[in-house]
Every structure is written in structure tokens, then in C-alpha cells.
């Protein structure tokens, strides 16, 4: 690393080469793959994803970083200076001729929720994902129905994919080193349930905003700031919760039967409106 240099916008390098070696080898990348990076900082890992896919379109905020990459490019390797919330994942595999990619990424923390979020539009477009994100957020996303951490994201999450925790990497391996774990989830990426309707995931996803704006509070009492009560009552009584649970409690799949039969809200409340904006609650 240049000694001029300092690492900004919370990033963390992987230095260990063990790690990184482990990493690539549970990505289990496929000779015809196109491989999206998310933030290759230094390009530790880049090469060795260049080694096990077709081409590695590796997206870098930083410029100065950006330009320290394209002196030494590895072959099949394409460095991108933008931010990764305003790419078009699939204006990329459209322009490699791919019909699918995988992403890789070494998320900054502060911005893990976002990048999710932003990813999850795409899924049509990912095969499958390997994140290394902060130990805490990767229990939440392989969490299940009633224990503590699982919430909208888990739920969001396992819309679009199958995602579980391959392995945790400890903060020395990182430079410089982090104050929390870091977890690789793997997400293995699915279609959406065909219950929900094409066309419907947005609402589908503000109706999961609105069922958690807060975690604490009966799902019934958030409903019903959007439904009339009497209807929410009827349908929490067709799946099997209690009619006083909250939505920690419920499966993806009451999630959908619920939806689908309460069909559009009749009225929006104040925090319906940022409903699908990442980031609106605590996710």
C-alpha cells in the first residue's frame, strides 16, 4: 500500500492471504462467469476472481484507488470508477453478454444496508452472490421467524434469495483492523413467489417497511394504520400466528398470504412514505 495513503469511505482490506484464498474457493465461480466486485479497494481479490471467471468488472468509488487498479490490470479484469448504488447491474451483463453474473463485494459498514437494498432490484440479473459484510448484519440475514435478529431485511432478503453464513473472518485479517467480526454470506438467488403478482414487488416491499416501522409494536396496530382493522384482524386470523403477534413471528410466506389478500392499502400513513427508500427505518 502506498505510504501516502489513507483508507477513507470505512474501508477495511483484506490482507490475510489465507482468507482471501478461502474466500474465492467458496464462491465456487464458473469458467463462464461474468464476476461484478464491489469496491476491490487494492485488488487483493481481484485477480484471483479473474483466475476462476470468464471477466471481472470490478466497481470502484475511490479515483485515486480506481487509477492505482488500471496500472496493473489482470487479464479479463475492467475497473469501473463509480458508486455501486447508482450501477446498472444489468446494463453491465447486457454490455458482457451475459445472461447472469455474480457479484462479490467487501462492504464498507456504514453502508451494507444500502448496498442490499440497491443489489436486490437486480436480482433477475445475479446468479448468486458471496458478501463479506459485519458479522451482526450476517446473522440477520440467515436469521429465522421469532428469534432476535430477524427483521425486514431478513425477510426482503430471503424473497430474492437462500442466503447462509459460509464462514466469519476475524478483524486481524482486515487492514486496518475493524472494532466487529465480518461474516461471508453466500446468497443463492431465486425468483420472487409468483403470489405476490408481476409488477407487485414494490408494493410488496413497502408492505414489509410498513409490517416493521416498529419492531416492538403488534403487527396488527401497524397494519391497521393502513388497512381498516377489522380486515387485518380477519386475516391474521387465516394463518397461523397468534392474532397478537408481532412481525418478528411471521414466515416469508404469511408475509405473501397476507399481502395478497389484503390487496392494495386504503390509506398511507407517515411512515408508509418512505416505505421504499433504503434506509427510511432500521432495517
Do not use: W
Amino acid at each position: 500500500m502506498p505510504k501516502s495513503y489513507r483508507p477513507k469511505l470505512g474501508q477495511h482490506f483484506l490482507a490475510d492471504v489465507r482468507y482471501r484464498t478461502r474466500i474465492v474457493q467458496t464462491l465456487g465461480l464458473r469458467p463462464d462467469d461474468l464476476v461484478i466486485e464491489i469496491g476491490p479497494g487494492h485488488g487483493a481479490i481481484t485477480p484471483l476472481l479473474a483466475a476462476q471467471a470468464r471477466q471481472v468488472a470490478a466497481v470502484e468509488v475511490d479515483p485515486a484507488l480506481a487509477a492505482e487498479l488500471r496500472q496493473d490490470l489482470a487479464p479479463r479484469v475492467e475497473i469501473i470508477n463509480a458508486d455501486i448504488l447508482g450501477v446498472d447491474i444489468a446494463a453491465i451483463c447486457r454490455r458482457f453478454q451475459a445472461r447472469k453474473c455474480f457479484v462479490f463485494g467487501n462492504l464498507p459498514y456504514y453502508i451494507t444496508s444500502p448496498i442490499l437494498h440497491h443489489l436486490l432490484q437486480f436480482a433477475g440479473s445475479i446468479r448468486a452472490m458471496g458478501l463479506l459484510v459485519q458479522r451482526e448484519v450476517a446473522l440477520r440475514l440467515a436469521a429465522r421467524p421469532g428469534t432476535r435478529d430477524y427483521g425486514y431485511l431478513t425477510v426482503l432478503a430471503a424473497l430474492y434469495a437462500c442466503p447462509h453464513i459460509a464462514f466469519e473472518v476475524p478483524p486481524g485479517a482486515f487492514s486496518p483492523p475493524p472494532k466487529v467480526h465480518s461474516a461471508l454470506v453466500y446468497f443463492e438467488m431465486h425468483s420472487p413467489d409468483a403470489r405476490i403478482g408481476r409488477g407487485r414487488e414494490e408494493a410488496f416491499r413497502a408492505f414489509l417497511k410498513q409490517c416493521f416501522t416498529q419492531k416492538r409494536k403488534k403487527l396488527l396496530n401497524c397494519l391497521a394504520a393502513v388497512y381498516p382493522r377489522e380486515r387485518v384482524q380477519a386475516e391474521l386470523g387465516g394463518i397461523p400466528v397468534p392474532l397478537n403477534a408481532r412481525a418478528e413471528e411471521l414466515s416469508l410466506d404469511d408475509f405473501i398470504a397476507l399481502f395478497t389478500n389484503l390487496g392494495p392499502a386504503s390509506r398511507t400513513s407517515r411512515g408508509s412514505n418512505n416505505a421504499g427508500r433504503p434506509g427510511a427505518m432500521n432495517d
